[in-house]
C-alpha cells in the first residue's frame, strides 16, 4: 500500500469515527516526533501494538478485502497484568476481512453504528479445515445455532460473541452504509494468534510516497 493511501484511509477515518462520537485518546493524534519524546512514558502502547492498523490483507484492493483497526487497550502474554483488549474498527459495504479464527482469544464483536455487519461462520476441523457441523454461537446472551457458512447480520446494537476455534468472515452488508465496528476481547497477538484459512498478509507492505500522517503499529519497530 502507498503511505498517502494510508494517510487518505486515516483522515476518512478520524472523520467517521468523530461522527458516531467515538473519541479516540489523545496520543492517536501524535506525529512522529511525539512518539520518539514519549517513547518511554508510552511503552505499553508501542510495545503493546495500541493505535492505528490498516490491511489490505495483501490484496492491493482495501476496499475489497481490507480492514481499519484502531487498538485502544491490550495486555501481552505472559508480559503483563492485563488480559483483555478494545478495538474499534470501520467495515464499508462488501469489504472482507478473510475467513480466520482464534486459538487463544475469545472476542465479542459488535455493531457500533451506522450500517449492518455480515458475519460468516464454520467450527474448524483439527487440521484447520470447514468443519461442516452446525456452529452455536450466542448474540446478545441469547445462543443461536446457524449451519456451517451460514450468516448473523448485525445491526447497531447488536453483539456477538465468538469463541476460540471459530471460522468467521465479514463484511458490511451492501446497501446498508458504513459499519463502527468494536471488539471486546481477551489479549489481542497479531503476531501468533491468527489462522486463516488462506495465506494472506496481515500487516502491509508501505510504499512511502508521503510522510506519514500518523504511525501505524506495525511501524513502530520502523520509526522508533
Known sequence: MKRSEINRIIENAESFIASKQFILPPWARWGVGDWKNNREAAAEVIDNMLGWDI?????????????????????????DRKPYAEKIMIVEENQETPMHYHWLKMEDIICR?????????????????????????????????????????????????????VYHRFYGEEGKGTVLVGEVSAVNDDAGDNCFFEPVGRFPVIEEDEQPLHLLVSDYRNFL
Not at 114 to 129: C, F, H, K, P, Q
Open 55 to 79: 490491511t489490505d490483507f495483501g490484496s492491493g484492493d482495501f476496499l475489497r478485502r481490507g480492514l481499519f483497526l484502531f487498538t485502544l487497550r491490550n495486555g501481552k502474554y505472559k508480559v
Open 113 to 165: 453504528g451506522g450500517g449492518n455487519l455480515v458475519i460468516e461462520l464454520y467450527n474448524s476441523t483439527a487440521d484447520n479445515r470447514l468443519a461442516s457441523t452446525p456452529v452455536t454461537v450466542k448474540v446478545d446472551g441469547i445462543v443461536r445455532s446457524v449451519e456451517p457458512g451460514g450468516k448473523v447480520v448485525l445491526t447497531p446494537g447488536e453483539s456477538i460473541c465468538l469463541e476460540q476455534g
